[in-house]
């Protein structure tokens, strides 16, 4: 059974950093891309960065300098490292293979 298991979010203040973290389970992350996606409160879903197969990584606009992902292969794991998180960066952030989501972890920027 496939699964995705998101941790790491939390309470930060403006200008701070948080790692997100995806655990993968029944089946190996190094063979898929894999993304990260994320819901501000009231907005719909907003595509943040993938990591491609190979090990390119995108990243949208709003988060490019900001934020990078990873993974840890060996922990099959998917990460998310945030820095200079602003209050529009507040959303539930979710890994997922497009076909499978994890539950999501809140992340809050506030002062």
């Known amino acids: 059974e496939v699964q995705l298991v998101e941790s790491g979010g939390g309470l930060v203040q403006p200008g701070g950093s948080l790692r997100l973290s995806c655990a993968a389970s029944g089946f190996s992350l190094i063979n898929y891309s894999m993304s990260w996606v994320r819901q501000a409160p009231g907005k719909g879903f907003e595509w943040v960065a993938d990591l491609n197969l190979g090990g390119s990584t995108s990243y949208a606009d709003s988060v490019k300098g900001r934020f990078i992902v990873s993974g840890d292969f060996a922990e099959n794991t998917l990460v998310l490292d945030l820095k200079s998180l602003i209050a529009e960066d507040t959303a539930v952030y979710y890994c997922?293979?497009?076909?499978?989501w994890g539950q999501g972890t809140q992340v809050t920027v506030s002062s």
């Open positions: 997922t293979t497009w076909s499978n």
